[in-house]
């Protein structure tokens, strides 16, 4: 059964750009969600998709939005980048989310320049 | 911002010796919890979770344990090999769908 896949793997954006990362569950999964990772903050949750609505909210401005297709199937944008947008993206599906196992895909790194 | 404290952020262990990584968790109402390895370079890998009704849970080499008075989760290996060596996070699940908080990570490394 093929993981969670995350594309593209890494991106290199100026300031003031848009950036669109997409993520592939894992299948048979409905619960996709989105972490940022940075050295300074750790992982932090940004926002959670289930059957195609947006089903938690973290604590990250606007500029960052998502959403999650009718396979499941789910994409980010961050609108208006910044320096300190740069980070590692990860996206974990699970099979309904609350207490249920979560998987990881590898992360697309973003660095803003 | 949110965060479930770790109480060490670096352990180093020889091989074949034991590892213990502890985290606090600090909502009482969190009822679900995963362990996660992380390499350089990768995502987060699943090794075990636990739910609150539950005090401990076996896997293959780990044992998690839950304390829920104190509010505390600890990650055993038995017999530590160097593939160990990692970051090892722990996550809770708060009853809010899908989101989970974790702590900020433990490295572990395991000298030959």
């Known amino acids: 059964k093929a993981g969670v896949t995350q594309t593209p793997r890494y991106l290199i954006k100026t300031r003031g750009q848009q950036v669109t990362l997409s993520c592939s569950p894992i299948?048979?999964?409905?619960?996709v969600s989105w972490y940022q990772q940075t050295p300074g903050q750790g992982l932090q949750f940004l926002f959670e998709?289930?059957?195609?609505?947006?089903?938690n909210k973290g604590n990250f401005p606007g500029r960052f939005s998502g959403r999650q297709f009718s396979n499941s199937r789910s994409e980010m944008n961050v609108s208006t980048l910044e320096l300190g947008d740069s980070a590692l993206y990860l996206c974990?599906?699970?099979?309904?989310?609350?207490?249920?196992?979560?998987?990881f895909g590898q992360g697309t790194r973003l660095t803003v320049v | 911002g949110e965060n479930v404290g770790l109480h060490l952020p670096t352990l180093s262990v020889q091989e074949g010796d034991n590892s213990i990584i502890n985290c606090a968790y600090s909502?009482?109402?969190?009822?679900?919890f995963i362990w996660y390895k992380q390499e350089s370079g990768k995502g987060p890998q699943f090794i075990i979770d636990?739910?609150?009704?539950?005090d401990k849970r076996q896997g293959q080499r780990v044992t998690v344990l839950l304390n829920k008075t104190v509010k505390h989760l600890s990650l055993q290996i038995a017999a530590t090999q160097p593939g160990d060596s990692a970051v090892y996070f722990c996550a809770e699940n708060v009853n809010q769908g899908g989101k989970l908080i974790f702590g900020q990570g433990t490295e572990l490394s395991v000298k030959p």
């Open positions: 909502n009482s109402a969190s009822d679900y």
């Open positions: 998709y289930f059957s195609e609505t947006q089903r």
């Open positions: 636990i739910r609150s009704n539950m």
């Open positions: 974990a599906s699970s099979f309904s989310g609350e207490g249920t196992e979560a998987f």
């Open positions: 299948s048979g999964h409905r619960s």
